[in-house]
């Protein structure tokens, strides 16, 4: 079983920034990919990044590109999530997760955090 820390989550203006954290408990096959999904109410969960142990393949709902970057340290077992010029529709609880594969499914995913809470006024 593997443990998903996050942390990092808040309230925040339109057009600003917030970083999120999250940390594996150990690494299994089942972390080979790290990432983030967000459930904003009354919707269904969606993908938002996601990251290689490697860090060297990223990918990016079409609505968050350019605006986040998602970045890992293989040495912690930390993903990070950095978020700038937030958006009220950006509001929504995060979750962390890990998966074995490249996935944007929820279906797919091995090991989810239990949520953090962004929220963006406007």
């Known amino acids: 079983q593997v443990q998903l820390a996050e942390s990092g989550g808040g309230l925040v203006q339109a057009g600003g920034s917030l970083r999120l954290s999250c940390t594996a408990s150990?690494?299994?096959?089942?972390?080979?990919?790290m990432g983030w999904f967000r459930q904003a109410p009354r919707n269904e969960r969606e993908f938002v990044a996601s990251?290689?142990?490697?860090?060297?393949?990223?990918y990016y709902a079409d609505s968050v590109k350019g605006r986040f970057t998602i970045s890992q340290s293989y040495a912690k077992n930390t993903v990070y999530l950095q978020m700038n010029n937030l958006r009220s529709e950006d509001t929504a609880v995060y979750y962390c997760?890990?998966?074995?594969?490249?996935?944007?499914?929820?279906?797919?995913?091995?090991?989810w955090g239990q949520g953090t809470q962004v929220t963006v006024s406007s």
């Open positions: 150990a690494r299994t096959a089942h972390t080979y990919i």
């Open positions: 997760a890990t998966a074995a594969r490249t996935t944007q499914e929820p279906s797919q995913v091995g090991y």
């Open positions: 990251i290689n142990w490697n860090g060297d393949s990223t």
